[in-house]
Each structure stands twice: as C-alpha cells, then as structure tokens.
C-alpha cells in the first residue's frame, strides 16, 4: 500500500531556509508513470500548490513562490523534497506531500505544521 | 490564474440528507476538475476526478458534474462521516488552483 510521510523542522526562523521531505513507501519514486508534488495550507484556510516534479526530474512551480521553492528527488531513498528560502510568518502552514496521477493529487501524506517564527 | 469560487462556503445538513456543493471557475477548464474531502486535522482525499469519476474506493453516494465553468458535486444519503470540508481543484493549467472550501456540517 503506497504511503507519504512529510518530516522535517516544526519551527523555522523568519529569513531562514524550510527543508522538508517526503518519503514514499509502497511505490518507486522513480517508475516512469509516477509523479509527486506539494500542496500546503496555512491554518484556517485553503489549499495551495507549491509544485510538481515529473519524469526525468522536471519541475513545476507556483509563481507565486517560484523564486524560493526547489523540489528535488533522491531515488536511492525514494524520497523527494522541498526547499523553501527566506520565508515569513506568511509561510506557516501545513505541508503535504501528495502522489499526482495524471493532475490529481492522491494519496496525501498526512502533513506537517511548519510555523515560521523567531 | 484560474480563479475558483465554490458556494456556499458552508452548508448545514442531516444524515439521510441530500447535498450539493458548487464550484466555479473563471475560465473553460472543460473537465480537468477534482474534489476532495477533508476531515479536521486530516489529509485531504481524492473523491472525484475528471469531474465526474468516482476514484477507487470511494462510496457511490458522491457523484460529480460539469463541463467547462461549471461544477457541482453531490453527496446523497449523507451519512455522519460525511461532515466534512470540501474543496474542488482545477488542474488544466498551471497553476493548479484549489477552491476556498465548503464546510458541511450537522
């Protein structure tokens, strides 16, 4: 059964770097047909889309974040990441991991609250 | 990007009940549109796809329609695991966009 889990810092200083990761069991992160992404939501709201990475390693971002965000893959964990850089209160959200088959996101990891704070 | 607009952004209801949730885009999206349902505290989780197509495991009570701008997803018989929040998600352009939410509840 595939499975998501996020992991990283809960707590990231103002200005600083957020690096978290997902590790996938149940499915190889690099069969050809699979992709990934990431999706957040600050507490109380909606969901965002950071980005998606595809075969072969390419990657799409949000705009609205695309100058900070890196999502990148290590296949001999078969896990994936995502590097956010110089973040704000504006940040603070829960990060999921998600698998995306075709351009729908399922199943989700169950998230992590990220809260970005001096 | 594609702007989503869901309505109403809560909706009270009782189980046996029969819901309706609509969402809006701002632009044709012909049918690249997904739902989810999320409980409190919990990963959001893949109901419908391509507008109207049930994913696996998912109980037949949940259909989805439309085409183009749009969309509604219905939840017939509403049992009590069903209270939920709701979001519709576009996926025919980059960037994927969610809709805001409807929370449903008794």
């Known amino acids: 059964q595939l499975q998501l889990q996020e992991s990283g810092p809960g707590l990231v200083k103002p200005s600083e770097t957020l690096s978290l990761t997902c590790t996938v069991s149940?499915?190889?992160?690099?069969?050809?047909?699979?992709?990934w992404g990431w999706v957040r939501q600050p507490p109380g709201k909606g969901l965002e889309w950071i980005g998606s990475?595809?075969?072969?390693?390419?990657?799409f971002y949000n705009d609205s974040l695309k100058s900070r965000v890196t999502i990148s893959v290590d296949t001999s964990k078969n896990q994936y990441s995502l590097t956010v850089t110089s973040v704000t209160a504006a940040d603070t959200a829960v990060y999921y991991c998600a698998k995306q088959i075709t351009n729908w996101f399922d199943p989700w990891g169950q998230g992590i609250l990220v809260t970005v704070s001096s | 990007d594609i702007q989503m607009t869901q309505s109403p952004s809560s909706v009270s209801a009782s189980v046996g009940d029969t819901v309706t949730i609509a969402c809006r885009t701002s632009q044709d999206i012909n049918n690249w549109l997904a739902w989810y349902q999320q409980r409190p505290g919990k990963a959001p989780r893949l109901l419908i796809y391509t507008a109207s197509s049930l994913q696996s495991g998912v109980p037949s009570r949940f259909s989805g329609s439309g085409f183009g701008t749009d969309f509604s997803l219905t939840i017939s018989s509403l049992q009590p695991e069903d209270f939920a929040t709701y979001f519709c998600?576009?996926?025919?352009?980059?960037?994927?966009?969610f809709g805001q939410g409807t929370k449903l509840e008794i």
């Open positions: 149940g499915d190889s992160i690099t069969t050809a047909s699979n992709h």
């Open positions: 990475l595809y075969l072969r390693g390419r990657t």
């Open positions: 998600q576009q996926s025919h352009s980059f960037p994927y966009t």
